[in-house]
């Protein structure tokens, strides 16, 4: 099993970034899939989920309207549009993907997103 992030980097304020998850060795049609960020010193707060069909999504406050997730179930990947990116947004970034039936869970490595001029 394996989720793997990418698309991490330093981007200035009022930039943008796609970060991916890939998945693998596991049903991907089954999972919430969801991204979480965890800045230095605070703990991990869930940013985006999007349901099995990519039907619904759900938004932390601070992001709605500046993040979009999106799924491709055919390329068993899911995706973190985010725009206009503030300071505040800086932390690493981890791909998330819970079992719709059972709840098991499963994490990616992380990706550290750097806002800063």
């Known amino acids: 099993v394996q989720l793997v992030e990418s698309g991490g980097g330093l981007v200035q304020p009022g930039g943008s970034l796609r970060l991916s998850c890939a998945a693998s060795?596991?049903?991907?049609?089954?999972?919430?899939m969801s991204w979480y960020r965890q800045a230095p010193g605070k703990g991990r707060e869930l940013v985006a989920s999007?349901?099995?069909?990519?039907?619904?999504?759900n938004y932390l406050d601070s992001v709605k309207g500046r993040f979009t997730s999106s799924r491709d179930n055919a390329k068993n990947t899911v995706y973190l549009q985010m725009n206009s990116l503030k300071p505040e947004d800086t932390a690493v970034y981890y791909c998330?993907?819970?079992?719709?039936?059972?709840?098991?869970?499963?994490w990616g490595q992380g990706t550290q997103i750097t806002v800063s001029a």
């Open positions: 060795g596991f049903t991907f049609s089954n999972y919430v």
């Open positions: 999007i349901t099995i069909t990519g039907g619904s999504t």
């Open positions: 998330n993907a819970r079992n719709y039936y059972t709840d098991y869970i499963y």
